[in-house]
């Protein structure tokens, strides 16, 4: 993840995004362990598209797709 985003700000800022999606997120009920992974750098101003992919992601993870 470091090498994605440089700076501890962005790193944390990206958990916080993702802790909040899974927070709202129906999967929690299941109690599942995911592993989040970045494979690409995220763009500032690109956060509400990016939270939008991993509630869709949660959604198939979800279905058991």
């Known amino acids: 993840a470091k ?3 440089r700076r501890a700000v962005d790193r944390n800022r990206i958990k916080r ?4 999606v899974f927070r709202r997120h129906a999967i929690k009920k299941r109690g599942l ?3 989040m992974s970045l494979r ?3 763009q500032p101003g690109f ?3 990016w939270v939008a992919e991993v509630g869709s992601l949660l959604v198939q993870a979800c279905d058991g797709r």
Not at 17 to 20: D, P
């Open 3 to 5: 090498r994605l985003a």
């Open 17 to 20: 995004l993702a802790r909040e």
């Open 33 to 35: 362990d995911l592993v």
């Open 40 to 42: 690409r750098p995220l």
């Open 47 to 49: 956060e509400t598209e």
